[in-house]
């Protein structure tokens, strides 16, 4: 019911001329973030008004809609759960349990296994998000942390922090069919959208290494260094490729700042400033804005994909980490 | 560090060197030696009054086999099995004896926790052999000075590391004036005295230096009473070199003026804290916990730290050659995940990993240092301890 109400003020908006809106834009137009300190979700409406924080399970981190985007997944890490809520009234619908401290996950197109990284048990596990079935679980190395499925269903990659491993599953065999050497403290993954290319950011080491899918093999990699910063301050966690697969957009943790990257030449094109160790990152259904969840200035920095300026920052909760935008 | 990067220092080695370098066989074995000896002080039941324990001494064991379940997958992605293999000397036991029978089995990486004069023996005899041991409990200046070895690397803090970074944290808060208060233990005059040397380093002003005495001897009452001892003097902060606990922990809210406690009480510089929570901190302490049931502590995370660095040392150089990996260590190219920021690597002046100290309290991290401020022309964590320039260390 608030959803559908919030959505004909976001119409009545766009009518207004605001800036940003798609008039494309489906969906609720919320806006959810996790909140790993205060054990929290805040909910945005599409103007970026907080409308809404409500508690949820410990550690709340990685978050995921379902296939058909009317649910949406929370892995709490000290409660060892998958929480389930219902996109539109925020209502809890199930739990997955006894999910082995969860951080980030990733949905098989298949639509019903959910692939988990389980940060203090150096597993990943995949779990049916219907029945909450356990399937299958592979070693990795302790802190596993990024998780991608790519769109043909066929691999999995799985970061693991500790021991700087990309590992690779193949869904059909159900094994770990290589371990990738990469830089320092491996975090989050992004495909070109050909995918043929897997980016790949090393916290520790400042950089992202660019992986070839076909050859599993290191290709190249993009260092950053927005200006005044010194090496160890710049420590990429999350990052997101453009549908076009023309820009990608890398939080650059401590150094405060986005970078901005051309695909094709890995240039990088800008530095945004943001707020304070800037992790998770999401972009609207129609790009034109980047959300940023600034986890040691508990706010968030939403930026202008035009422009390449930061619009606003809201407070939030303590410690955000993840983001999800329903308006599609 | 880029992976071109690794890639161009290990062929200048090849080249440099002309190292034989060998591939990892499958499931090849390496092994860490561990070694204690009966009778320890430092694992002497400690001062204790009515059945109270002021500190925890527990042989740090349990950091190295965190470090090996950590590295299992990475073992598994190389072919290398690592094990621990434990050894407790006999309390007159030869040091030597030990050692060269663990060499003759294929053992030559060592942990070393010993006691202070078997590590300073065990460096002197093995300098020039073909092993790599690693101090994870003495925070003494000479072991990474007049006494220090090639072969002998550091994973634990010098004191002047601990005290520098205490010095930068008094410096930025402007508490320059300090009152130092020392103990009559040896200990405590060591590390009174790389305090004052930081407070040097980092132009704090020392306004005296007054022994105390653990006692309830009226005629000494100027060295006992802390409201006495604290007083006739004007300061910013009291600086508190008490190693066995006793007399330190009733100096908070007894002084003459209102001022706090760093060193010994109060804030407190350390390699590690329990309650340590950015840079993926929390994960390693849980891991520990699991192993260990108890809060992971500074000498077990430079015994968890001693073996990540050899293991990390043989992926990226996909060698088993000590000396290869000796100079992996202290190279740019070589990065540890210290999980507290910035990543180290040894200083190649005296083997010293180069780290971040916590400034805690007993139940958070106030700081973490170097702090922000302090700057240095190749690394701000040379900003902590003996830099190039002062070093007393000479390998040759």
Redesign the interface.
């Known amino acids: 019911m608030i959803g559908r109400l919030l959505l004909s003020l976001a119409g009545a908006s766009v009518l207004c001329g605001s800036l940003t809106l798609s008039a494309q834009a489906k969906g609720t137009g919320l806006i959810f973030i996790s909140n790993e300190k205060s054990n929290t979700i805040t909910v945005l409406d599409d103007k970026d008004q907080v409308i809404r924080t409500f508690e949820t399970c410990a550690r709340p981190r990685g978050m995921h809609f379902s296939a058909d985007r009317q649910e949406f997944f929370v892995g709490c890490a000290d409660d060892s759960v998958v929480a389930i809520y219902d996109v539109a009234t925020q209502k809890l619908l199930r739990r997955i349990r006894q999910v082995e401290e969860p951080e980030t996950f990733d949905l098989h197109p298949n639509g019903r296994h959910l692939y988990i990284s389980n940060e203090e048990d150096a597993t990943a596990t995949v779990f049916d998000v219907e029945t909450g079935d356990f399937i299958a679980e592979f070693e990795t190395g302790e802190e596993p942390e990024g998780v991608l499925v790519t769109s043909d269903g066929r691999l999995v990659f799985v970061a693991s922090e500790a021991a700087n491993l990309v590992h690779v599953i193949d869904t059909q065999a159900q094994e770990v069919i290589k371990d990738i050497l990469v830089d320092t403290r491996p975090r989050r993954f992004a495909l070109t959208p050909d995918q043929r290319e897997l980016w790949v950011s090393a916290e520790l080491a400042g950089i992202v290494d660019i992986i070839d899918v076909q050859t599993l093999e290191i290709i190249d990699d993009i260092v950053f260094l927005p200006t005044g910063f010194r090496k160890e301050q710049v420590t990429p966690v999350d990052l997101l490729i453009t549908k076009d697969g023309a820009r990608a957009y890398v939080a650059l943790g401590r150094a405060n700042h986005v970078a901005v990257v051309d695909v094709e030449s890995r240039e990088i094109l800008d530095y945004i400033l943001v707020g304070r160790r800037a992790w998770g990152l999401a972009l609207t259904h129609d790009e034109t804005k980047l959300y940023v969840a600034n986890g040691l200035s508990d706010d968030i920095s939403i930026i202008d994909t035009g422009s390449l300026k930061v619009i606003t920052s809201i407070p939030v909760g303590m410690v955000p980490y993840g983001i999800l935008i329903d308006d599609r | 560090?880029?992976?071109?990067a690794i890639a161009a220092v290990f062929v200048a080695w090849l080249v440099l060197a002309g190292v034989a370098v060998s591939t990892a066989a499958a499931n090849e074995a390496v092994s860490f030696g561990y070694l204690q000896r009966e009778g320890d002080p430092a694992y002497a039941q400690h001062r204790t009054y009515t059945g109270l324990v002021l500190r925890d001494r527990t042989p740090p064991l349990d950091g190295a086999k965190t470090a090996l379940?950590?590295?299992?997958?990475?073992g598994?992605?190389i072919g290398v099995k690592f094990d621990l293999r434990e050894r407790v000397l006999g309390e007159d036991e030869g040091l030597m004896g030990a050692m060269k029978a663990f060499i003759e089995d294929g053992t030559r990486i060592f942990l070393l926790d010993l006691p202070l004069q078997d590590v300073t023996q065990a460096a002197r005899s093995l300098t020039g052999h073909d092993v790599l041991l690693f101090n994870i409990r003495h925070g003494a200046g000479e072991l990474r000075g007049e006494d220090c070895s090639p072969v002998l690397f550091h994973t634990t803090p010098s004191d002047a590391m601990l005290m520098d970074g205490l010095a930068q944290f008094l410096f930025k808060k402007n508490w320059t004036d300090v009152l130092v208060l020392e103990g009559e233990e040896k200990p405590d005059l060591t590390i009174s005295a790389a305090f004052q040397a930081s407070a040097r380093k980092f132009r704090l002003n020392v306004v005296d230096v007054r022994p105390f005495v653990l006692s309830n001897d009226p005629r000494v009452r100027d060295q006992t009473n802390i409201a006495i001892l604290t007083g006739d003097a004007d300061y910013d902060v009291i600086f508190l070199a008490d190693t066995l606990g006793e007399f330190g922990r009733y100096v908070p809210y007894q002084t003459f003026r209102p001022r706090p406690i760093v060193g010994s009480e109060g804030l407190i510089s350390s390699a590690w804290h329990w309650t340590w929570e950015r840079h993926?901190a929390p994960?390693l302490n849980?891991?520990f916990d699991?192993i260990a049931k108890r809060r992971m502590k500074d000498a077990d995370y430079a015994a968890w730290a001693a073996v990540k660095s050899v293991v990390?040392a043989m992926?990226r150089t996909q060698s088993r050659d000590l000396a290869t990996l000796r100079d992996f260590l202290t190279s740019d190219a070589f990065?540890l995940?210290t999980y507290k920021?910035?990543?180290g690597n040894f200083r190649p002046w005296n083997n010293q990993l180069r780290q971040s100290v916590l400034l805690h309290t007993h139940n958070a991290v106030v700081a973490r240092a170097p702090l922000d401020e302090f700057l240095h022309q190749t690394s701000?964590l040379d900003t902590l301890g003996q830099d190039r320039p002062e070093t007393e260390c000479r390998f040759e």
């Open positions: 560090m880029t992976a071109k379940r950590d590295s299992r997958v990475i598994r992605s993926g994960q849980q891991r699991r990390e992926v990065m995940d920021g910035a990543p701000t």
